[in-house]
């Protein structure tokens, strides 16, 4: 079942500011991963923080993890046009006997106008 | 990283047939993936298919419904059988990622199916 929800479920901003997004989970992790897609195609990995991580960077991304809330959040930071795509995080749950499983959240469209 | 090809990138079926889907990674992998995104929709993990035994399908996905094959660590196939405009989707194959980072998963550019 599908244990991520993300807010907000759609996003629009102009070049150049920041985009937050929200990930909520409802078990325990081993990680938390953020995914783009653009135009429905494959997906590509972002970032990964683990459980015990409470912040990580990569590049113009910013992400937070805070396991007593059981949330995330993504922060893209000077925004691109390119940047426009559906963001997906995705939970590998701890205790899961499915090595590899991610649960993915609902998703949220980011549109940077230029 | 991985690079995963799958076939046909598309395709429109008729309600009561079935579609092949084919997965191809330029590497060998022990743990491919199977995912559904419906229109408008996240993505919902089907089986998981490792080499060498049967696939680990998820609640709600049946063998009958979604036979896969997984005959070597660079290849799988997952069949839509008997279809209805409800398995119109895009199904993505999915793969571990490298040794260093095998908790990341490197995606196929997905198969986008439309049943009339």
């Known amino acids: 079942s599908q244990q991520g929800e993300e807010d907000p479920q759609a996003l629009s901003i102009q070049e150049g500011e920041n985009a937050t997004m929200n990930c909520s989970y409802k078990?325990?992790?081993?990680?938390l991963q953020w995914y783009r897609q653009n135009s429905g195609r494959g997906l590509v990995h972002l970032i990964l923080?683990?459980?015990?991580?409470r912040e990580k960077h990569s590049g113009r991304l910013r992400v937070t993890l805070d396991t007593s809330k059981k949330s995330s959040s993504l922060l893209i930071t000077a925004s691109r046009a390119a940047d426009t795509a559906s963001y997906f995080c995705?939970?590998?749950?701890?205790?899961?006997?499915?090595?590899?499983?991610?649960?993915f959240g609902q998703g949220t469209t980011l549109q940077v106008k230029p | 990283s991985a690079v995963i090809s799958q076939k046909p990138s598309r395709d429109i079926c008729q309600r009561g047939t079935s579609l092949t889907i084919q997965c191809q990674v330029d590497?060998?992998?022990?743990?491919m993936f199977w995912y559904r995104q419906q229109p408008g929709q996240s993505l919902t993990l089907i089986a998981t298919?490792?080499?060498?035994?049967?696939?680990?399908?998820e609640s709600g996905f049946v063998i009958d419904k979604f036979p896969i094959s997984r005959p070597n660590l660079t290849f799988s196939t997952l069949t839509v059988s008997n279809m209805s405009p409800e398995d119109s989707s895009i199904y993505l194959c999915?793969?571990?990622?490298?040794?260093?980072?095998?908790?990341?998963?490197?995606f196929g550019p997905g198969t986008r199916l439309l049943v009339l």
């Open positions: 999915s793969v571990e990622g490298t040794a260093r980072n095998r908790e990341t998963q490197y």
């Open positions: 078990t325990s992790i081993n990680n």
């Open positions: 923080i683990r459980s015990n991580e």
């Open positions: 995705a939970t590998d749950q701890k205790g899961s006997s499915n090595t590899g499983k991610l649960i």
């Open positions: 590497s060998q992998v022990t743990m």
């Open positions: 298919a490792n080499q060498g035994s049967e696939a680990t399908y």
